[in-house]
């Protein structure tokens, strides 16, 4: 990696840990909350909240730095393009994905554990979608002897969830079995546990939310009817975030050269 100068913003941990590591590699590195005048080769936007500064700082932005975080909006990347801004989305590189699902799985278990009353061991559990934080989330909940179920639309996914321990059903079958569950863990970013659904509860489930804000759960019905759901952010961050960090480091090491 070449030596360059990077405004790292945000205050949260993962975010201190990356500029710490970036110095570590000779950079000359500025952390701060806010965006700071001058220039910088490249932007560190904190993962959970890169729509937010983007969006507060698309006009301090300057021909040829690299901006890096998740999710940007569309609209406003298009319009710093054409300015000669370069984006990288960190989810968006292969293989980043994969090794944050298993801090995500792991946090996620992590969150249950301190909402609910109960161990995992024994438990019965359901894990909503079988894409790549399922699959992870659920082996983890397998070798702490959770009794898994999974649902999600594919035959192949509820196949291949049944190969690893897993019980698997159809989102129409899952209905009649809500009140099963001890915990419920939900990976799509979808209203999936609908008013209906939530109707079917236990009352001392807990829920544990890691998708995509706003998230798979009618939040107000849970509020209203005391039902104990969590939309959890930023996971690896959170209880990782030193491993997290030196996640987004290879990435960046990778794409500032482009």
Known sequence: MNHYHFLVLGTEARQQYLAELLQKEGHEVMLAAEYQPGYHDAVLF?????ARYL???AANLQKGQVVYGCNFPAPLVAECEARGIRFVDYMKVEGVASQNAVATAEGAIAEALQEGNISIHGSRILVVGYGRCGEVLAEKLISLKG???VVDRTGEKRARACT??????SFD??????GEFDFIFNTVPALVLTRQRLQQVKKEVVIIDIASRPGGADYEFCRRNEINAKLCLGLPGKYAP???AKILLEVIGNYIKI
């Open 147 to 149: 009794q898994v179920t």
């Open 173 to 178: 079958a899952v209905d009649e079995r809500l």
């Open 46 to 50: 904190p993962v959970t909240q890169t």
């Open 55 to 57: 969006a507060e700082n």
């Open 164 to 169: 690893y321990g897993c019980q698997a059903v």
């Open 242 to 244: 030193k491993s997290a």
